[in-house]
């Protein structure tokens, strides 16, 4: 393939006699193309004006730096004989160039990749309050880019290296005894291969999505990246837990926004057994129906176990979202303790004591 574009390229190659100044000709020829890439630029800028959809600003703004450096490289095919015309300088340049083009293609084919996953996901919003299809789509299609990525940068290192004869023969060893090295590969790459096909289940299978709510390790937090080998949790106070895809496969864990994105908050109140009940029922309901964090669709207000000191009282509500449910939380834990401290002080939570010997000496 690379002889035949070299070939290509020969016919159109200027030498020395025909040319007053390889140097004039090489600034002549690079001027020509930047005008050339400078009036390409202008025309897509021109014909996005003209477009609402500003795919073509997109498809220009992915493919102009690798288009840029392919009409150098063009430059560099078409000029190479003025500056090289020795033999093993000659030899050198042309492997130069087979390697260029390489490079030059995976460029283009990742910036390809890059494209449709930008075209197809500005479809869908993750900022809306009901995502969950759009996470889904973002999950699948921000893994699948990262192996595809993957797999173009191993195919073209491949290639690359290929074109090196003392490579090249060592590669054909390696594959007569394709068994032997494949054993000793997957021993060595075992679990980084595991972590890519963790991460391939999981952009099929989906356990987890991007901004999922999620509790690993007895931490809170949202799912904010999917790559490869490891998945990025945001903990709720900004920190960051670095976990493998593998840990999502083969451990449990907790999603609270698996089926929807909408989710329930629970506050425990801890009180006094002369506390009466349907007081503070009232005013829970009364403080949900006065903020915006509440949807509406769940308030319930429940004594869910009772011991020797204290009474536990579940408040449980809604919330459209995850953080609006710990915002919501946080707002009702703190109006239930003023409205118990202002209402019914006598019912916090208290420690009782007898004292036997003080009440016999009375008698």
Known sequence: MFDKIQQFFSQWTLTK????????????????SLVFY?????????MNSRRSDQTVSIAWRKFRKPLLVTF?????????ELFAPEEGFTAAVNQFIKVAIIFCVTWLVIKGIHFTRELILRQ??????????????????????????FLVILIAIAVALMTFEGIRRVGIS???????????????????????????????????????????????????EIN??????????????????????????QNWTRVSADILGTVFIYTDYRLPVDKLREAFLKILKETDLWD???????????????????????????????DLRVHVRE?????????????LPRTRVEMLEARENTQ
Not at 39 to 45: I, N, R, T
Not at 72 to 80: E, G, S, V
Not at 124 to 148: C, G, H, S
Not at 229 to 252: A, G
Request: net charge neutral; no cysteine.
């Open 174 to 224: 390696l594959f007569a005894s394709a068994g032997v090295a494949g054993i000793v590969i997957g021993f060595a790459a075992q679990k980084l291969l595991g972590n890519i096909l963790a991460g391939f289940q999981i952009a099929l299978t989906q356990p987890i999505r991007l901004d999922d709510v999620v509790i690993v390790e007895n931490e809170w937090g949202w799912i904010e």
């Open 335 to 347: 109006k239930l303790i003023g409205y118990l401290q202002q209402q019914y002080p006598e019912s």
């Open 38 to 46: 400078l009036l390409l630029s202008a025309v897509f800028s021109r």
């Open 296 to 326: 509406g669709q769940v308030g319930v207000m429940q004594v869910t176990n009772a011991n020797d000191k204290a009474m536990e009282i579940r408040a449980l509500m809604s919330a459209p979202n995850s953080p609006q449910a710990w």
């Open 72 to 80: 150098i490289l063009l430059d560099f095919i078409l000029l190479k």
């Open 124 to 149: 869908y919003d993750i900022k809306e309050e009901d995502n969950l299809k759009a996470r889904k789509v973002y999950t699948q299609f921000r893994v699948l880019e990262r192996i595809l990525v």
């Open 17 to 32: 006699d025909t040319l007053i100044s390889p140097w004039i000709t090489l600034g002549i020829v690079i001027m020509a």
């Open 228 to 253: 490869l080998t490891y998945v990025v949790v945001r903990i709720w106070d900004k920190r960051r837990l670095i976990v493998p895809t593998t840990y999502f496969i083969e451990k449990p864990f």
